[in-house]
């Protein structure tokens, strides 16, 4: 008789119940009752209802017989292992079960997973559970309600893990999800551990390096929210630099009061290239792009910034010729007030009460602004506006006058050829010169173009009226038109102008004048 179906184990075939009826021979194993292990036709001329007596092996050619009152059959047994699994799982021995589960059949190996899972996770062995756990096809949120009522959130935790590794990339949104809900859960068991310093280190670390994995799966602004909610402003400035969030990276800087480290990551910008000691990671922008976004974080950031480090900003805006000085005026205002209040932080750390009024107070403002009108050549009136007023309400007479005289000397091309003789030859004209016209003349005679000041002369007479320092102010400012006006105003006749050194001349004139 050929069967249809595989047969029973050998260990089983001493207890076997035989029915036959008119169109089927079956064996039904005592060990599983009521389950039916094959079904077979009988043979032709098997009498029609003739049971079967019972089961016998010939150990000598390992052939089943079947006898019964109508004769004997011969039982031929194929893929007899196929309920070994079962039976394995059965008796808790699930390594076997495993190795008996058909590669073809993933229902079998994932009812042993699963039975293996539960039988350790009812002996309290959460890890290994979770790992046993995210083997099998078993729903996430099921797994996760029976850690939560367990209140193993590490194990939920490994758990999840283990289950997002094997998430296909195209199913952005259950990675997504997975990813959102180990975030909470991380800022959980940090929250957790306050009071645990090797935990919280620990946690933080592997924290850190999730979100750095994982940044390309979460959603930022959810992340975002979480992270602050849980007032984890150093985890929040840790995934805006894996994300090349650098706005939000520059405020958190600033928050966290590290103007160094907020200047560090805009130079880098404007170099364009990636900073590897801040882990900014896939910039999303070209270099051109990125010089040009660092611009617009300088214009945006650079009035809070002046007031936690005015000397290194100023070292950063010089390296930064494409930035417009105009739009930085509102930060130097900013830095203006604070210098004012004497609250302004010297070299060494202290701010100038604490230093008693020891050390020169550089302002940072004036050192800025003079770079852009003397060596990048600006002529925006509103940058020479507020050089000015700087220079009437901080500056030195001399420095005053120097600014105020407003003729800035350019050299020509060929000048540079002329040597030291001809430039104490036109020091020792200018020196000599007694009107407007004679400088002009000795200074194009000389090789030089005469540039007038962009301050606005109005402006800066009613600034020196308030300052007091008309006197000090009138003899010198700039356009050769103005300066009758200037004299009358301040009811002095000048003598003589200074001309400001420009370019490695120097050219220093005598000014004095009468009270009328």
Known sequence: MKQTQPLVPPSLRCCVRCAVSTTRVVLIPCRREFQVACRASPPKGWLAGAPLLGLVQDPSKAVLWAWGSAGVLRVRVAREERHVWRLHLEAGNFAAALSYCSPTDMAQ???????????????????????????????????????????????????????????????????????????????????????????????????????????????????????????????????????????????????????????????????????????????????????????????????????????????????????????????????????????????????????????KRTHHGIRYLQYCVDVMGCDDQAVCNCLLLLHIKHSEDAQLCDFLSGIRLAPDDTFAALGADAVLEADRSLRAAADDAAVTALAFGAGLRMLEPAYDPDYALRLCQEACRVRTASPNLGPLRHRTHAANLSHCKWVAFSVRPAQGICCHLSMSWDVC
């Open 109 to 359: 190996r994932d009812s042993v997973l699963t039975a293996q899972a539960d039988h350790v996770f009812k002996e309290g062995q959460y890890e290994l559970a979770a790992t046993q756990f995210a083997k099998t096809k078993q729903p996430v949120e099921d797994v996760a309600i029976k850690f939560a009522v367990a209140s193993q959130g590490g194990a939920l935790k490994t758990f999840l893990l283990h289950k997002l590794d094997s998430v296909e990339e195209s199913d952005t949104a259950q990675l997504t999800m997975l990813c959102i809900w180990l975030t909470d859960i991380y800022l959980h068991i940090l929250s957790s551990s306050a009071n645990d310093v090797d935990a919280q280190e620990l946690t933080t670390l592997e924290f850190r390096e999730f979100l750095t994995d994982k940044h390309r799966c979460l959603h930022r602004a959810t992340t975002y929210s979480l992270i602050a909610a849980h007032g984890r402003i150093r985890e929040s400035l840790h995934f805006a630099l894996v994300c090349s969030d650098w706005e939000r990276a520059l405020s958190l800087h600033i928050q966290l009061h590290q103007p160094e480290a907020a200047l560090a990551l805009l130079s880098d910008m404007l170099r364009g290239v990636s900073n590897s000691g801040l882990s900014i990671l896939d910039s999303p922008l070209s270099s051109g792009a990125q010089v040009d976004e660092a611009q617009r974080l300088f214009e945006k950031f650079s009035p809070q910034l002046i007031l936690l480090a005015p000397a290194q900003l100023v070292d950063v805006w010089l390296q930064a010729p494409k930035v417009e000085p105009a739009k930085l005026l509102p930060a130097i205002m900013s830095y203006e007030q604070r210098y004012e209040q004497g609250l302004e932080v010297l070299e060494h750390g202290r701010s100038a009460e604490e230093a008693g009024g020891h050390g």
